[in-house]
């Protein structure tokens, strides 16, 4: 006991300490009656600033009145006489403005703040502490008895109470509750706390009443929390908040009385509900449904039955916070945003988290589902709401997975999906066909609902079902989103809308092609899809749509150069001189449905103009198709002769790439002819040009690096000069000749001419060696006669060109072939004379010497002709 009052002892003191503060409020009243003699306004030096009223408040507490309207007889008084020298001004009492009760934080000092408002604001919060932890004693040290402890909390709660009331009233002390309004702010809101954990400590823990008499008494108490709220403004609404949301915690209860602790809880909150919208303290609002989502959230951490009632608790608080905003009408408070988006918000949080506790059962999916159709409502009727609507849609993605995933296709999970997507998409779709604003929110609900739901069956559920029911429902939803792009074309509109809905058609009938095509034709599938959303885009014109079309394209030609990988190998096996790729490659049938159909299609794409993209991206496109075309007509050259073994190879290897290499120089060189002639086909120079460099590429890398008939046996042909070595090589001169004709400046027809006459100078070294090894080049060493045949050969070249050259007046013939008669001399001095002797070093020799002198003659003689010509 001697703990108790030594207690009570504390807390007189600090009631007496803050009463101190009188003395100080009588001293500047002492200063402003000196001050009596300036003309001012008395009626504002009696009303402290600081008091916290709105406009509409209704009449002060009697004591306030009796002060003011003393003060005010005092100013009348002296009407009339000079005090001093100065007259007296009188202020009617009628003219006295209303008192409009300010934030008491407003243009407060740090000093005003810690030394004259926090503390008797924190004096009250101890004081309901106080009156908690006092009852919570006597129950630990079992000084009191139940019915003891009741009566001494509510004594305590109803002294608080009183003296906030008539405080003022009493002798002496009582100008300290009047000289300051926070004193009996701070006592009637810390006696309505006390109040409220008295009567929940009287009815749950100790049972000395019954819940009716209970819920009357809270239905009381909270009236008197009205009355009092109203009088003294928001400090005693907050500490009775405070007081009542903590109520139940001191007392130590929680999940095991859940039902009781709601019941509690929603009489609370409706109060303060009440309040809020009676005072417009939309800061009321938000804190209470704060406070109830805090208790809210406890109870889903650690309740275990009763989850109905917790459900039901927190659909009603979150819809009653969304109807108590509505009564507020325009307000431009700055807890607007919070009122309006955070009680919802957090309620369909916790639905969310409560439907796996509740083993996703119809009664869970019910709360859910009623608060969605309270958001929906909601952003039908504010656009602004539209947020809350589509955070409840992103929400039921989190439980429609775990059920999918615990409980499985059953009957509950099927009509839960099938409610939400409906519910969701079904307004949607019917705003937009309204016209309703804003139109994304809306478009994102129509067309986002079904996709969200079907991804999300469709990658929680594991268990085997038939592939054509994900794809036939994946087709339906696309079915279902495709009309809103020709409504919105219809309207001549090429919104948001439009574009959304052919993303999700594009994206659901792409989902549905694993399940309904097979893989050799998902390619094609995906190119037929963007061709027409290509077509689509012609049609309206929208270049966001066109770029849409990009997606299915690059799915199609990523799924061709994923199935070709076949193709692919034998093509690098190829590259790096494998002989025997034959075997590797793929079947045409299967090439032409995995390849060469989504290459055409695309190449059409692009042909046609459908396709209007940035030229990186038909770059892109075109090295793809060509790159496919390229394969495919490779494949198809390696069928007819089908080597499959070394002895096809060294019978038919050479025969197989000479005609390939011909046929791709034919080809490049008849698109440059025709390029002139089709200025519309822009790209058609630049195909020839790439056929002929892989032509080119082919001579070189196989035909004289890795696969060289000299190195490798290959078989050529018995005949000399009709031979495939000799044509072979001659045939790439004369090409590479042509082709000088359609560059593009004097260094590129230079390089491809010189190219040419390298090719002629292989050709005469193909033929001296067929002519003395036979059908394969690969035979024995070079003798000495064949050696002197490549020196009569070159000879023989060089002579050729420098007579075309002067009969032609080619220069570069003339050079040509006075280099290469400068090398084949020393090759005859060098090389040649040195394998001789006796008289055939002789006639060697005789024979240069004889040739030389007249190739000079000629030469010479030739060239006077024409300068004297040039002169002429």
């Not at 069956?457 to 036939?472: L, M, N, P, Q, R």
């Not at 490659?585 to 209007?612: H, N, Q, S």
């Amino acid at each position: 006991m001697a703990e108790i009052f030594l207690f009570y002892a504390i807390a007189g003191l600090v009631i007496w300490a803050l009463f101190q503060r009188n003395k100080l409020v009588q001293l500047q009243r002492r200063i402003a009656a000196l001050e009596d003699s300036l003309p001012f306004n008395l009626v504002a030096e009696v009303v402290p600033e600081s008091v916290l009223v709105e406009a509409n408040a209704p009449e002060p507490a009697a004591p306030f009145k009796v002060a003011a309207k003393a003060s005010n007889r005092r100013t009348a008084s002296v009407v009339g006489r000079d005090v001093g020298s100065a007259p007296v001004w009188e202020v009617p009492e009628e003219a006295a403005p209303e008192r409009v009760f300010k934030n008491p934080l407003a243009g407060a000092s740090f000093e005003d703040m810690v030394g004259g408002k926090l503390p008797i604001w924190i004096g009250g919060i101890a004081l309901v502490f106080a009156g908690f932890f006092l009852v919570r004693y006597t129950i630990e040290a079992g000084l009191l008895g139940p019915g003891a402890r009741s009566i001494l909390a509510m004594l305590f709660a109803l002294t608080l109470i009183a003296l906030s009331e008539f405080g003022g009233r009493l002798p002496k002390v009582g100008e300290s509750f009047t000289a300051d309004p926070r004193v009996a702010q701070s006592l009637a809101g810390a006696g309505v706390a006390t109040l409220y954990g008295t009567l929940y400590m009287a009815s749950e823990i100790y049972g000395l009443i019954g819940v009716a008499i209970a819920f009357l008494l809270v239905i009381v108490v909270t009236a008197i929390a009205f009355v009092l709220a109203l009088r003294r403004g928001p400090p005693t609404a907050l500490m009775g908040l405070a007081g009542g949301f903590a109520a139940p915690w001191v007392a130590s209860m929680g999940a095991s009385n859940l039902p009781i602790l709601l019941l509690y809880l929603a009489v609370f909150i409706a109060a303060l509900f009440g309040l809020a919208v009676w005072r417009r303290w939309l800061w009321l609002l938000v804190l209470a449904s704060g406070g109830g989502a805090l208790w809210s959230f406890a109870m889903l951490l650690t309740a275990q039955n009763d989850l109905a009632y917790l459900g039901l608790f927190i659909l009603i608080s979150g819809a009653a916070a969304v109807f108590a905003l509505d009564r507020f009408g325009q307000n431009d408070s700055k807890w607007k945003d919070a009122a309006t988006f955070a009680p919802m918000a957090l309620a369909l949080v916790q639905l969310a988290m409560l439907l796996p506790q509740m083993n996703f059962s119809p009664v869970a999916w019910a709360f859910f589902g009623a608060l969605s159709v309270l958001a929906i409502a909601m952003a039908w009727r504010e656009a602004r709401m539209a947020l809350v609507m589509l955070g409840a849609l992103v929400l039921a993605a989190s439980p429609l997975s775990g059920a999918w995933t615990e409980r499985g296709a059953d009957g509950v999970t099927i009509a839960a999906s099938f409610a939400i997507m409906l519910l969701f998409a079904g307004v949607g779709h019917f705003a937009l066909w309204r016209d309703r604003q804003p139109v994304p929110a809306w478009a994102v609900a129509a067309l986002g609902a079904p996709v969200l739901v079907w991804l999300t069956a469709a990658f929680s559920y594991t268990a085997d079902v038939s592939d054509t029911i994900w794809g036939v429902s994946a087709l339906a939803i696309a079915a279902v989103s495709a009309p809103l792009a020709w409504h919105q074309h219809r309207l001549a509109k090429a919104d948001i809308l439009q574009r959304l809905s052919v993303a999700a058609t594009v994206l659901m009938a792409l989902i549905a092609s694993p399940y309904l095509i097979a893989e050799e034709w998902v390619a094609v599938y995906c190119a037929v899809i963007a061709m027409a959303v290509a077509a689509w885009a012609l049609v309206t014109g929208d270049r966001v749509v066109r770029r849409i079309a990009i997606a299915p394209l690059a799915i199609a030609m990523g799924w061709a150069v994923v199935s070709s990988y076949k193709i692919i190998g034998a093509l690098i096996s190829s590259l790096w001189g494998d002989s025997n790729v034959y075997a590797q490659l793929p079947e045409i049938g299967d090439t032409v449905r995995t390849t060469l159909i989504p290459v055409v299609l695309a190449l059409a794409m692009l042909w046609t103009k459908w396709f209007r993209v940035g030229d990186n991206t038909r770059k892109v496109i075109w090295a793809f198709g060509s790159a496919g075309l390229a394969a495919f007509i490779w494949l198809i050259a390696k069928q007819p002769a089908a080597i499959q073994s070394s002895s096809d190879f060294i019978r038919l290897g050479f025969a197989e790439r000479a005609v390939f290499t011909q046929i791709l120089f034919a080809l490049g060189w008849l698109a440059l002819s025709q390029a002139p002639k089709r200025p519309e086909w822009t790209t058609l120079r630049m195909i020839g040009w790439a056929i002929a460099a892989v032509a080119m590429l082919r001579v070189v890398w196989f035909d004289l690096v890795l696969l060289n008939p000299v190195m490798q046996t290959q078989i050529v042909g018995p005949v000399p000069i009709a031979n495939l070595a000799t044509s072979h090589m001659a045939l790439v001169a004369i090409w590479l000749w042509l082709l000088g004709n359609f560059a593009d400046d004097i260094k590129q027809q230079l390089a491809l001419r010189l190219m040419s006459l390298g090719s002629m100078i292989l050709t005469v070294l193909a033929t001296v060696r067929q002519a003395m090894q036979g059908t394969m080049l690969s035979g024995g060493a070079i003798g000495t006669g064949e050696n002197y045949l490549y020196s009569v050969g070159l000879m023989l070249l060089a002579i050729t060109w420098l007579v075309r050259g002067m009969m032609a007046g080619s220069r570069l013939l003339r050079m040509a072939g006075l280099a290469l008669l400068t090398a084949v001399t020393l090759k005859v001095f060098l090389i040649d004379a040195a394998a001789l002797t006796g008289l055939l070093r002789i006639l060697s020799f005789l024979g240069l010497g004889i040739a030389l002198i007249g190739i000079g003659w000629a030469y010479g003689r030739l060239m006077g002709t024409a300068k004297t010509l040039t002169e002429t």
